[in-house]
């Protein structure tokens, strides 16, 4: 079963293919055209909204997700603009540890929400999946992308980015997320 996964990004369509390895699944990115305005104010609201607009260019199957850095002491910043909080991914690392200097509370969560939406345009399931961790002080690790070298896995003493892609593919907020979304489609389909 093919899924339009509602995204540009190759990394994050591997990154789930991977996740649902062996499972008769395959997520492919929509076709040409596909440009949503991430307008909502809740990562379960941009979730929607890309997956609705997947299937509007598709009329297939079609899954979204929206996730990014939740950090307590900024108040939940950098949010629903995670992907937007600087013109690159390592100015967006060195813009949140300049904000976080000083501060020791440093607890911060992953959140991935993610929508189905089935070939008649329907959106039949909607969840979130969460990682919980904290800021380190400086980066470390080469894998994964986005804010894995600075976000210290809790219960582990390594960052996403020094953990292997199987051990991040258990324990990530996009992995927890699509484990829903996959016994959803177990028990419905």
């Given at each position: 079963m093919?899924?339009?996964l509602?995204?540009s990004?190759k990394h994050?369509v591997?990154?789930?293919?991977?996740i649902?390895?062996?499972l008769g699944?395959?997520?492919?990115?929509?076709?040409e055209?596909?440009?949503?305005?991430?307008?909502?104010?809740?990562?379960e609201?941009?979730?929607?909204i890309?997956a609705?607009?997947a299937?509007?260019?598709s009329?297939?199957?079609?899954?979204?997700?929206?996730s990014?850095l939740?950090?307590?002491?900024?108040?939940?910043?950098?949010?629903?603009?995670s992907?937007?909080y600087a013109?690159?991914?390592?100015?967006r690392?060195?813009?949140?540890?300049?904000e976080?200097?000083?501060?020791?509370?440093?607890?911060?969560?992953f959140?991935c929400?993610?929508?189905?939406?089935n070939?008649?345009?329907?959106?039949v399931?909607?969840c979130k999946?969460?990682?919980e961790?904290?800021?380190?002080?400086?980066p470390?690790?080469?894998?994964?992308?986005?804010?894995?070298?600075?976000?210290l896995?809790?219960?582990?003493k390594?960052t996403?980015?020094e953990?292997?892609?199987?051990?991040?593919?258990q324990?990530?907020?996009r992995?927890?997320?699509?484990?829903q979304i996959?016994d959803?489609m177990?028990?419905?389909?």
């Amino acid at each position: 079963m093919k899924i339009v996964l509602a995204t540009s990004n190759k990394h994050k369509v591997q990154e789930i293919n991977d996740i649902v390895a062996g499972l008769g699944i395959e997520f492919i990115l929509p076709p040409e055209g596909f440009d949503p305005v991430e307008n909502g104010e809740t990562f379960e609201a941009n979730s929607r909204i890309k997956a609705l607009a997947a299937w509007e260019i598709s009329k297939n199957w079609s899954l979204a997700d929206d996730s990014g850095l939740c950090i307590k002491a900024l108040g939940g910043k950098p949010g629903i603009h995670s992907a937007r909080y600087a013109e690159t991914p390592q100015k967006r690392i060195e813009r949140v540890l300049n904000e976080m200097q000083g501060i020791k509370e440093r607890d911060a969560e992953f959140v991935c929400a993610m929508t189905l939406v089935n070939p008649e345009g329907k959106v039949v399931f909607s969840c979130k999946g969460i990682c919980e961790g904290s800021i380190t002080e400086k980066p470390a690790g080469v894998n994964g992308f986005g804010y894995d070298p600075i976000f210290l896995v809790k219960g582990d003493k390594r960052t996403m980015a020094e953990l292997s892609e199987e051990e991040k593919n258990q324990i990530s907020h996009r992995s927890r997320a699509l484990n829903q979304i996959v016994d959803y489609m177990k028990h419905n389909l």
